[in-house]
């Protein structure tokens, strides 16, 4: 199995697009940093413009690398799917495409090792997809900007809210977001991964990957009450941005933050086994999938 990993590792290394995601993850970063750093007031000045009143704040201690990182998370884990269904969607089909699919099933290996050294596979390319994004739009911010209280901007319901967390409450936050991030984009790979085992080519599961993740967002995204019942709570996009609650702090009565608190903390963990369910789910189905499936190339 450990031989099998290796392999595996060694030809998603090979493959020029798996430095596709990386080159894009810093393109970005950098442009957030340079336009935050040329104009970051402005847009604070836009954000804050309906809460100014009640709640001041230092707007030059508040574009921070805490802030940045939010900010540019934001953005990237909802693209950075795309780029992992890049390298998932071709775990099998691209073996079979090239032809030495049936050449590897000849070997003492059982499919099940196959599919499971694939997925193991991607796995890690997302876990170093992560922590990539984690120099780039964590540390390299708190290089660039310096650290201070974070300030967080949301919207809940029609009202508009501040929250303001302690620099030294913010670190452990954002471990425990990217652990989240790291198990969200995991059921992307392994949803890669199954529609792979369908396909001759990749171009199929990368495509067909990506416009499940979009129509499940857009769904996931819309307000209306009989969605919300009856779509949502089974669309794996909806628990994908659950890491935001690490940051959603609680209040007390006078509307401090509380240190070390979560507002809703069982809603993130009934989440996170959501995703997790997904992972089994989707595993399972592309092992049987491909211990069933008659190899011809």
């Known amino acids: 199995m450990w031989n099998l ?25 950098f442009v957030f940093q340079f336009a935050f ?38 953005t990237l884990l909802v693209q950075v799917p795309i780029l992992i269904a890049l390298i998932a969607g071709d775990a099998i089909s691209g073996e079979a495409n090239m032809g030495t699919l049936r050449l590897m099933l000849t070997k003492p290996v059982s499919r099940v090792q196959v599919i499971m050294a694939k997925f193991l596979a991607s796995v890690i390319y997302t876990m170093l997809l992560l922590v990539w994004m984690a ?22 319901g029609d009202i508009s809210q501040i929250l303001q967390i302690t620099s030294d409450d913010v670190m452990w ?42 129509v499940c967002t857009i769904i996931s995204n819309i307000n209306v009450p009989i969605i919300d019942r009856y779509a949502k709570p089974y669309l794996f996009t909806s628990y ?29 963990r009934n989440s996170l086994f959501s995703l997790f369910a997904y992972i089994a789910v989707f595993l399972s189905a592309a092992i049987i999938a491909f211990r069933r499936k008659d190899i011809l190339s």
């Open 240 to 268: 994908l941005v659950g890491w935001k609650g690490f940051f959603y702090i609680n209040t007390t009565e006078d509307g401090e933050t509380i240190k070390g608190s979560m507002e809703n903390w069982p809603a993130v």
């Open 5 to 29: 990993l290796q392999i595996e590792l060694y030809k998603i290394s090979r493959r020029s697009r798996t430095y596709i995601a990386f080159i894009a993850i810093t393109a970005i970063v």
């Open 37 to 74: 750093k040329a104009d970051g007031k402005a847009y604070l000045d836009f954000m804050a413009q309906d809460v100014t009143d009640s709640f001041q704040f230092d707007k030059s201690k508040a574009i921070n690398g805490y802030f940045m990182c939010y900010i540019i998370l934001n």
């Open 173 to 214: 936050r954002y471990f425990a977001a990217f652990g989240y991030a790291a198990v969200a984009l995991t059921v992307i790979a392994s949803l890669a991964l199954l529609l792979s085992v369908f396909a001759e080519n990749s171009i199929g599961p990368i495509i067909a990957t990506v416009c499940i993740v979009i």
């Open 135 to 156: 120099v780039m739009a964590l540390l390299l911010s708190m290089l660039i900007f310096g650290v201070d209280d974070m300030i967080i901007f949301r919207s809940k």
